[in-house]
């Protein structure tokens, strides 16, 4: 059993920086890749970053590649996705995903955090 919890989500202006983490309790035995996702109204829940924890590999969104950056540590069991540069359209609801899948679709990750939300103004 396992359980995603994220934190640091807010409020910043345009230009700004957040971490977002995401803190795992339980066993880590099925959390071979973990991944962020953003969720918008009207909008369907899009990838944005994913990492292959055992390798190090990692894919961006397009719109968030160089200004994103996702990574873990393992001693903390701790996940993270670092945002800078950021700009209103990165607006939304942020999830923590993992599991034993890779891949862009949320039916891919089995566990999930109960969502950060970062709100990013002009």
């Known amino acids: 059993q396992v359980q995603l919890v994220e934190s640091g989500g807010g409020s910043v202006q345009a230009g700004g920086s957040l971490r977002l983490s995401c803190a795992v309790f339980?066993?880590?035995?099925?959390?071979?890749?973990m991944a962020w996702f953003r969720q918008t109204p009207g909008k369907e829940r899009e990838c944005v970053a994913r990492?292959?924890?055992?390798?190090?590999?990692?894919w961006y969104l397009d719109s968030v590649k160089g200004r994103f950056t996702i990574s873990r540590d393992n001693s903390k069991n701790t996940g993270y996705l670092q945002m800078n540069s950021l700009k209103p359209e990165d607006t939304g609801m942020y999830y923590c995903?993992?599991?034993?899948?890779?891949?862009?679709?949320?039916?891919?990750?089995?566990?999930w955090g109960q969502g950060t939300q970062v709100t990013v103004s002009s």
């Open positions: 995903a993992g599991g034993l899948s890779y891949g862009l679709s949320p039916r891919e990750y089995a566990y």
């Open positions: 339980g066993s880590t035995n099925d959390l071979i890749h």
């Open positions: 990492l292959r924890i055992r390798t190090g590999n990692t």
